[in-house]
């Protein structure tokens, strides 16, 4: 079978979903039709309205990213989604992103289009970025390879920087010692042709121990404190009817300190993440609109106690695309990219890969009720060959607000550097491959939408390190099929939102579980108001998950993980709002990664200011 049942002591947990999903149609009443016309780009790297995206898309807006008062990016996603997150510390910590039970690896996080990427280990430092920069977040989740090639296996997570013209001003004290400002402002000239927008902020923390002493007795027990100076800008330009650019800019300082393998040792990383990119549409002919994408991020560290003292990640990326809506309902996608990677620390030689890539896609809408989505893509490197990769996706309206879609894609993940320096010096590694199929049923009655999924993924040529050869080789497979609920309504004056994932990654050659990803995965969360307050919970439950022994280096299971974030503001003046924060306020002690302590109860009094 194509989709096989996730496991039978999932379908009391999948019916009361079911029932739980059908019972938020009737509150369409009370829907706001405004809602449903928000527009995405990531799923088909053109402009759609939200509803017409056929892959699992999911926003996160700016005022979500308020009303969670989240501190850092991991936080955010942690509250507010059932993507399994793993962080091995506070503030700036390593965090890792496993989505639809890929690899971290496997999951493409982009700044404005622009690939946020260490070509090292293959991974985004997405940790360093700042909720203060964000003005929203785009999720798809599922294989997007051909769109955006390399590591788009498990989706894309897109960040859009901030994009405010009311100035604001926050300030914020709480438990751990932490302080943190952020302002935000901007302003626009020729009506709103000129557009120019800017934030910056200030976080320190003194931190907890980011390794468990109660479980590895040689793990110092210092706190570990952090400190982080971020900011962005962004530029706006309409030239013309059909002619506009825009620029932006993010750029962030972290200090984080750490606890390494050498008992009583500070162990400090500085890390600086850039962001620069270009984005200009131009419309050149009926119908045809010519767009220029030019983009680069960087990463550097020093680590003075680390296996690399310093190190640097570069990579640029420029591309233009052709696009032809031959009429309202068809649309014609031609592109070509260049992509340019490099990294050289000071324990490791240099190393610098070119992809170049070519791709075509077709969206439209051929007869009455139907929608497709077709696309091709060819990637050609210098040291891992050529990947072409694929999707396909049909939907149905088969109601009024109702969508059934099915949808196949093939993808591939690059090789990382550190995966290539540890290969055989007469091997050279392939590309890891993907194939995803997928069936959704989706409703939108606008403030009410309802999307649940069946997948299935299948992974060959899996890099794994061989602990005899001590080589990196193209020998593991991988497998997943699950089931997801995403949804969201208003409920009495408030709305009520939640993401569960059901899961069952696992290594296809010895049918043991992936690391650090939980088959259940559930996240709920509720904002209202009442009496001028605004006020809310988010509840995150992580299941039971295979890791790492962090004394004897065997394979252990993490217990579950539940945790309550509660929120509370209100405006106070036209001006002046206050608000509140208890992170995990149950107290739960449970770590997200073996050895590493859980992040504690801690709270947050916030003081923020938007002068009229």
């Known amino acids: 079978m194509l ?58 807006t700016r005022a979500e990213i308020d009303d969670s008062q989240a501190a850092d990016l991991p936080g955010l996603l942690r509250a507010l989604t059932s993507i399994d997150v793993a962080q091995t510390g506070p503030l700036g910590s390593q965090a890792s992103l ?110 907890y121990s980011a390794r468990d ?29 059909g002619h506009r650019t825009q620029l932006h800019l993010v750029a962030t300082r972290s200090r984080s300190e750490y606890d390494g393998f050498t008992p009583g040792l500070a162990d400090v990383l500085h890390t600086r993440v850039e962001s620069a990119g270009v ?29 690399a003292t310093n190190g640097r990640n570069r990579v640029r990326q420029g591309g233009a695309q052709i696009a032809w809506k031959a009429s309202a309902d068809h649309e014609w996608q031609v592109g070509l990219e260049a992509r340019r990677e490099r990294f050289a620390d000071s324990g490791t030689p240099s190393r610098e890969r070119r992809t170049d890539s070519a791709r075509v896609a077709w969206l439209a809408r051929p007869a009455d009720r139907w929608h497709v989505q077709f696309a091709l893509r060819s990637d050609d490197s210098n040291d891992f060959g050529r990947a072409t990769t694929g999707l396909a996706a049909l939907a149905y309206d088969w109601a009024p607000g109702w ?36 069936l959704a049923l989706q409703w939108n009655g606008g403030a009410t939408q309802l999307r649940t999924a069946l997948f299935a993924q299948r992974q060959r040529d899996r890099i794994a390190f061989d602990p005899v050869t001590f080589e990196s080789t193209n020998i593991a497979r991988a497998k997943n099929r699950g089931i997801e609920l995403l949804a969201q309504t208003a409920l009495a004056s408030g709305t009520l939102g939640g993401e569960v994932t059901l899961q069952d990654p696992r290594d296809a050659d010895t049918d043991t579980p992936l ?33 790492t022994d962090p004394l004897t280096f065997a394979d252990a299971y993490n217990p579950s993980r539940t945790t309550i974030d509660l929120t509370l503001a209100r405006q106070v003046t036209p001006v002046w709002r206050v608000a509140a924060k208890i992170d995990n306020a149950t107290g739960s002690r449970r770590p997200e990664v073996l050895g590493y302590t859980a992040p504690p109860r801690a709270w947050l009094l916030s003081l923020q200011a938007t002068p009229r």
């Open 3 to 60: 989709f096989p049942l996730y496991r039978p002591r999932a379908l009391p947990v999948l019916s009361c979903l079911t029932v739980a999903a059908s019972a938020l149609v009737p509150v369409v009443a009370r829907a706001q039709a405004g809602d449903a016309q928000r527009i995405v780009v990531s799923a088909a790297r053109s402009e759609q309205a939200l509803p017409e995206a056929l892959p699992s898309t999911r926003i996160i």
């Open 98 to 207: 496993f989505l639809r039970g890929a690899d971290s690896r496997q999951t493409l996080v982009l700044i404005d289009g622009v690939p946020l990427s260490r070509a090292d280990f293959g991974t985004a430092s997405w940790q360093h970025l700042s909720p203060d920069q964000i003005e929203r977040i785009e999720i798809v989740r599922g294989n997007l390879s051909s769109l955006y090639g390399a590591q788009a296996v498990g989706g894309v997570v897109q960040v859009i920087t901030r994009r405010a013209l009311a100035p604001e001003a926050t300030l914020s004290f709480g438990s751990h010692g932490v302080q943190r400002a952020a302002a935000a402002g901007g302003a626009q000239w020729n009506g709103d042709a000129t557009r120019l927008s800017a934030s910056l902020s200030w976080h320190r923390t003194d931190g």
């Open 213 to 241: 002493a109660s479980v590895d007795p040689a793990a110092n027990p210092d706190r570990d404190a952090a400190r982080q100076v971020a900011g962005s800008a962004r530029l706006e330009q309409s030239w013309a009817v």
């Open 279 to 307: 984005e200009s549409r131009h419309a050149i002919g009926t119908g045809l609109e010519l767009g220029v994408d030019l983009g680069q991020t960087s990463e550097r560290f020093e680590d003075p106690t680390g296996f």
């Open 403 to 438: 969508k059934l879609s099915a949808q196949w894609a093939s993808g591939f993940s690059a090789p990382s550097f550190l995966d290539q320096l540890f290969a055989h010096p007469t091997t050279m590694l392939k590309a890891e491959r993907s194939r995803q199929a997928e």
């Open 515 to 547: 690391k650090r990803r939980a088959r259940q995965s559930i996240a709920l969360r509720y904002q209202a108001t009442w009496a001028g307050w605004h006020g809310g919970a988010a509840l995150r439950h992580t299941g039971k998950r295979l890791d």
